[in-house]
C-alpha cells in the first residue's frame, strides 16, 4: 500500500517547481499549506463527474494519470489522486506529510482484525502544521480547509511509511464547525403573520454536503432545495422566496442564503391578546426521538450547532405582557438554550442548540428522549402580547 | 404489451419505487458492458439535425426537457404481424432531462426489436452514435407484489453526452404478433411537445376506428391505404398531488384495425361487446372444478347454511389461502390459469384468483362474472373506447341468489338482466366480502357475460364505510392531559393502513396476524 502511494507521490523535483507558483517565500506554514490546498481543490475533480460512456471517454483523449506530475500537467484527477498530489505538494513546500488510508464510516465500522485491505477504501492527508497533526482531504469536493467530510471523521486509517504503518484515529471537528444560523428580521402584522428577511447561514459541513448534493443540479433545482428547507424547518405554512445567489461552487467555510419569508397566522388572538409562539423554527425537533423505546444504539452523522437569532417588531403600540421563561439544559454533550427578551417595542429571540454525539448506546437513550422533549415544551412556549390604549380602542 | 391483468394492492403501492430501481439496475448494467467496443461515431440522422434550430415549445423553467420531434409508423402487414417504427428527439433543458438519454424499448416473447440506434447532438462538437450491440437487455427487477415469472424483457440503451442543451433522439423498429388488432398512441407527456406524428398503413380491403382521448381531435391526411395524424405544441402534464391516473388526463388516440370480412379471429374491437366476447372466449373452460376443487368447496361450505355465509367462506379462502403470484407468459398476460391448477398450486394473480373464486362459487349454484377493471379509478371512463391498454386487473361480479340481502353485502349494483350482481375482489385480502376497495368504487369495468361485455360503473359506498372514528376521553379541567384515545379504521381508510403492516409482516420468520385499528 505505501510503495503504491509513494511511487504516485515521488515526484520531488516537479513538485517544487509548483509549489513555487503557489505560495510566497514570506507565507507562514498555515498560509501556505492553505494556498496549496485551495490550488488543489482547483484541479478538475472526475470523481464528481457524471460518469462517462466508452464513446465519450474516448473522444475526450483524457490519459492515464500514472503519478502527482501527471495530475498536476493534466488538471484533471480523481478525488485520492488529487489527495495524493496534496501530500506531494505539501511535502515540497517542506511539511512532514503522509498519506493515510481511512475507512469511511458511512459505508462500514472498520475493525483491523478483519485484515481486509479494501476497507481502508480511500485517502486523506495527514501533515505536521505548527507541531500539530491535522488531517486534510482536498480530494473531496466541497470540503473547507481544515475539515474532512463526515464520513472520514472519526474513524480508523493507516498513516502510511516503510515500516507498514500506524494505526490513527482521524479527528472529529466540533459541534461549531458546522453551524445553521439563521437570523431573521421579522414584522407582526396586525393579522398575525411574521413577515420580514432571513437569512440563513450554513458552514463546514452542513455547507459542504449540501454543495456536493447539487454539484451537477441548476439554480431552480438548488434554490428549490434551499426554499424546501425554510418549508421543513418552519412548523407552520409559509411564503418563502430565496432572494439571493448563493455561492454554490467554492469550498468556503459558509454558504449564505437570504430570503423574503412570510408565515401567515403565526400569533393567535386569545380575547384582547394575541399569543406568539416561540420556535419559529423549531420543526426538525419537533417529532424528533418520539418513541419511548429504543432498539439499536443513536448514530449521528456529525457534530453540529444550530443557532436562531430572531427579531420581531410589534405592531405600533402592542407589549408583550407576559415572556416565556429563559431555558438552559446543558448536558455537556448536547445543550439547549433559549432566551426571549423584550428590546423597547421589539422582540429579540435566541435559541441554542448545539449536539455533539456522533454514536450513543440505546441505555442512554431515555435520557436523549428527554432532553428533546424538554426542547419541544420550551419551543411550544407562548409569548402574550396585548395592546397598548389607543391600539385596544382601536 | 404495456397493460396486463395481473394487479395487486402491493404492485400499485410500489409502481413508482420499481421505476427507480429500474432506472439503477439499468444504470449499473450499462456500467457492466465497460468492456464492449463502441461503435464507429456517425452523424445523427437527417431528421434529427432538422430539429438543431427548430422554436422549442413553450415551456416553463422547471422544464427538464421537451420532445421535439416524435413518430410511430404502425404498418400492419396482416392480422399476425405489425411492424412498428418510433423516432423521438428531446432537447434537455435541465439536469433532471439528463433521463432522456436512456431509452427503454420492451419486447416479449411475441415481438421482436429488429432495430435500435440513438443519436445525441451537442450544443459543441461531433454527433454521437450508438447502436443495438451497445444496448443490454434486462428483465424487470423483481420487486414484492409484481410477476414472479413474465417473458417481458427490456433493451436500455444509453445515449453519450446526454447533457443540459443537447439533443437526444432514437429510432426503434419492432415485429409483433399481436394478441388483438389495436395501438395506443400516447404523445402527451410530462413535458412539452413540439411535433408528433402518427402514421397508419394497413393492407389493402382494412378498416380502422381512431377513438381521441382527452384531447382534441384531429382529423388524419389520408394517402390511399395510409393515415397520417400530426398534433403540435403539445402542453406538458406536471403532476400535482391528489390527480387523476395518467390514463384520464394525457391525450392519446385509440385504434383499431379490421380484417375485410367479420368473421375474423383476431381483430379490433367496435365496442365494448365484442371485447367481452373476445375475454369470454380467452376464459372458456378455465372455471372448471377438479374433484379435489369441488371437495374443497363442500368442506368450506359444510358449516355455512346460508347463501350469503357460504359465498364468504369461499371468498376469504380465495382471498387470504391462495397467494398472490403471477406467472404471465404471452397471452398469460391476458388469459387466467384454468381454476384446478390455481387450486392445486395455491397461487395464482389476480385473473386466477377471480378464476378460482367462480369455480368455487358455480359448485354452490352461485353465477358469477368475470369483470376486467383498472386499479386506479378515472383511466377508465364512460367516453373511453373498448381497448386492452385501459385495464390492468381482474375482479368478480356475483350474481345474488334471489333472498340474499345482507347489510354487510354492500358492494352491489342491479343489471336489468342479471338482477341484483355483488362486485367482490378475490385479490384485495383487506377488504371484507361484501365491500370494495376505495380505487374500485365508481370505477368502470368490463362485465364480462356469455352475452358480450358492457362498460358498468361500480357502486360507490357511503362515506361511512370508509371512514376514521376517534374518540377520546379527558379528565376534564383539572387535569389537562388526554386518557385515551382510540381510532377505528373502516373501508378503504383501514386498507391504506393495514396494506404495508401486511406487507412486512410478510417479510417476518414465523406467521403473524395483522392487527390495525
Not at chain 1, 388572538?269 to 419511548?292: D, I, N, Y
Not at chain 2, 424487470?140 to 446526454?162: M, N, Q, T, Y
Not at chain 2, 376497495?437 to 368502470?444: E, H, R
Request: aromatic share 8%; hydrophobic share 35%.
Amino acid at each position: 500500500m505505501n510503495d503504491a502511494a509513494e511511487s504516485f507521490v515521488n515526484k520531488r523535483k516537479a513538485m517544487e517547481q509548483a509549489v513555487g507558483e503557489i505560495v510566497s517565500t514570506g507565507d507562514s506554514p498555515e498560509v501556505k499549506l492553505q494556498k496549496i490546498y485551495a490550488r488543489v481543490q482547483k484541479i478538475r475533480n472526475t470523481s464528481y463527474e457524471i460518469e462517462k460512456t466508452e464513446q465519450e471517454q474516448k473522444r475526450a483523449k483524457e490519459k492515464e494519470i500514472s503519478n502527482v506530475e501527471d495530475v498536476w500537467k493534466r488538471g484533471y484527477a480523481d478525488g485520492n489522486e488529487i489527495t495524493l498530489l496534496f501530500v506531494g505538494l505539501a511535502r515540497a513546500a517542506g511539511f512532514d506529510a503522509s498519506p493515510v488510508r481511512v475507512a469511511t464510516r458511512d459505508d462500514h465500522f472498520f475493525k483491523p482484525n478483519i485484515m481486509r485491505s479494501r476497507d481502508l477504501n480511500t485517502y486523506v492527508a495527514l501533515v505536521k502544521v505548527n507541531g500539530k497533526d491535522s488531517y486534510f482531504d482536498p480530494g473531496a469536493a466541497f470540503t473547507p480547509f481544515g475539515l474532512l467530510p463526515w464520513s472520514e471523521t472519526g474513524t480508523t486509517g493507516l498513516k502510511l511509511d516503510k515500516e507498514g504503518g500506524t494505526w490513527v484515529t482521524t479527528t472529529t471537528p466540533e459541534p461549531s464547525a458546522s453551524q445553521i444560523v439563521r437570523k431573521a428580521e421579522l414584522n407582526l402584522t396586525s393579522e398575525g403573520a411574521l413577515e420580514g428577511k432571513l437569512t440563513v447561514t450554513f458552514t463546514g459541513l452542513e455547507a459542504q454536503w449540501r454543495r456536493v448534493g447539487e454539484r451537477n443540479q441548476d439554480d431552480t433545482h438548488r434554490k428549490k432545495l434551499l426554499e424546501d428547507y425554510v418549508k421543513e424547518v418552519v412548523p407552520a405554512g409559509i411564503e418563502i422566496e430565496l432572494t439571493n445567489k448563493p455561492d454554490w461552487a467554492s469550498s468556503a467555510p459558509s454558504m449564505v442564503a437570504e430570503y423574503s419569508l412570510k408565515v401567515p397566522g403565526w400569533a393567535s388572538g386569545a380575547g384582547k391578546r394575541a399569543l406568539l409562539p416561540v420556535g419559529l423554527f423549531s420543526g426538525p425537533e419537533k417529532h424528533m426521538f418520539e418513541h419511548s423505546t429504543r432498539v439499536h444504539p443513536l448514530y449521528f452523522q456529525y457534530l453540529f450547532e444550530k443557532t436562531d437569532d430572531v427579531r420581531i417588531e410589534l405592531p405600533l403600540g402592542w407589549q408583550p405582557s407576559s415572556l416565556p421563561q429563559a431555558q438552559n439544559n446543558d448536558a455537556k454533550v448536547i445543550a439547549y438554550t433559549l432566551k426571549v427578551e423584550n428590546e423597547k417595542g421589539a422582540l429579540h429571540l435566541e435559541r441554542h442548540l448545539r449536539s455533539g454525539l456522533t454514536f450513543l448506546e440505546q441505555k442512554y437513550y431515555p435520557a436523549l428522549r428527554n432532553f428533546y422533549q424538554a426542547v419541544r415544551t420550551g419551543d411550544e412556549q407562548q409569548i402574550v402580547l396585548q395592546p397598548g390604549a389607543s391600539a385596544a380602542s382601536k | 404489451m404495456s397493460n396486463r391483468l395481473c394487479c395487486s394492492p402491493a404492485r400499485r403501492l410500489r409502481a413508482s419505487k420499481m421505476r427507480r430501481a429500474l432506472l439503477s439496475f439499468a444504470l449499473v448494467m450499462m456500467g457492466c458492458l465497460a468492456g464492449v467496443p463502441p461503435c464507429a461515431a456517425g452523424d445523427a440522422p437527417a431528421w434529427m439535425h432538422a430539429l438543431v434550430s427548430a422554436p422549442l415549445p413553450a415551456h416553463d423553467e422547471k422544464t427538464d426537457g421537451v420532445l421535439l420531434y416524435s413518430e410511430r409508423i404502425i404498418t400492419v402487414q396482416s392480422a399476425d404481424k405489425f411492424k412498428i417504427t418510433v423516432r423521438e428527439a428531446y432537447k434537455i433543458l435541465r439536469p433532471g432531462g439528463r433521463e432522456y438519454g436512456t431509452v427503454t424499448v420492451s419486447y416479449n416473447s411475441h415481438s421482436k426489436i429488429t432495430g435500435l440506434r440513438g443519436w445525441c447532438i451537442p450544443a459543441q462538437g461531433k454527433d454521437y452514435e450508438v447502436k443495438d450491440k451497445e444496448a443490454v437487455e434486462i428483465s424487470l427487477p423483481k420487486v414484492d407484489g409484481s410477476e414472479l415469472v413474465s417473458d417481458v424483457k427490456d433493451k436500455l440503451l444509453r445515449i453519450p453526452a446526454a447533457d443540459v442543451g443537447n439533443i437526444v433522439g432514437y429510432e426503434y423498429e419492432k415485429e409483433l404478433q399481436p394478441f388483438v388488432l389495436q395501438d395506443v398512441w400516447r404523445f402527451q407527456e410530462a413535458d412539452p411537445g413540439r411535433e408528433a406524428h402518427y402514421t397508419l398503413q394497413l393492407p389493402a380491403g382494412w378498416e380502422y376506428k381512431a377513438t381521441w382521448m382527452n384531447y382534441p381531435e384531429v382529423k388524419p391526411a389520408q394517402s390511399g391505404n395510409q393515415s397520417q395524424w400530426s398534433v403540435s405544441d403539445i402542453k406538458g402534464i406536471k403532476h400535482e398531488d391528489s390527480m387523476p391516473p395518467w390514463q384520464g388526463v394525457a391525450g392519446q388516440m385509440i385504434v383499431s384495425f379490421f380484417p375485410p370480412g367479420s368473421s375474423a379471429q383476431n381483430q379490433g374491437f367496435q365496442n365494448w361487446k365484442q371485447m367481452g366476447i373476445w375475454y369470454q372466449g380467452l376464459t372458456s373452460g378455465r372455471r372448471d372444478a377438479s374433484p379435489e376443487l369441488k371437495q374443497k368447496v363442500a368442506s368450506l361450505t359444510a358449516s355455512a347454511s346460508a347463501p350469503a355465509a357460504k359465498m364468504k367462506a369461499l371468498g376469504e379462502f380465495a382471498q387470504r389461502d391462495i397467494r398472490y403470484v403471477a406467472i404471465e407468459l404471452g397471452i398469460g398476460g391476458w388469459q387466467p390459469h384454468p381454476a384446478a391448477e390455481v387450486f392445486a398450486h395455491h397461487y395464482g394473480d389476480c385473473k386466477d384468483k377471480a378464476t378460482l373464486m367462480g369455480a368455487m362459487l358455480h359448485e354452490i349454484g352461485i353465477d358469477s362474472y368475470y369483470v376486467v377493471i383498472n386499479s386506479e379509478r378515472g383511466s377508465v371512463t364512460p367516453e373511453t373506447p373498448a381497448h386492452m391498454g385501459g385495464f390492468d386487473h381482474v375482479i368478480l361480479a356475483i350474481k345474488l341468489p334471489d333472498g340474499v340481502s345482507e347489510g354487510s353485502l354492500a358492494a352491489t349494483m342491479f343489471h336489468p338482466r342479471l338482477g341484483k350482481i355483488l362486485f367482490f375482489d378475490p385479490t384485495d385480502e383487506l377488504t371484507p366480502f361484501g365491500q370494495l376497495s376505495g380505487a374500485l368504487q365508481a370505477n368502470y369495468g368490463l362485465l364480462v357475460t356469455p352475452d358480450g361485455g358492457e362498460l358498468v360503473e361500480l357502486p360507490e359506498l357511503p362515506p361511512a364505510m370508509n371512514g376514521i372514528q376517534r374518540w377520546a376521553t379527558a379528565p376534564g379541567r383539572s387535569g389537562g392531559r388526554c386518557e385515551r384515545l382510540q381510532r377505528i379504521r373502516t373501508g378503504s381508510s383501514r386498507l391504506k393502513l393495514c396494506f404495508p403492516i401486511r406487507l412486512q409482516l410478510s417479510k417476518l420468520p414465523t406467521r403473524a396476524s395483522a392487527t390495525c385499528n
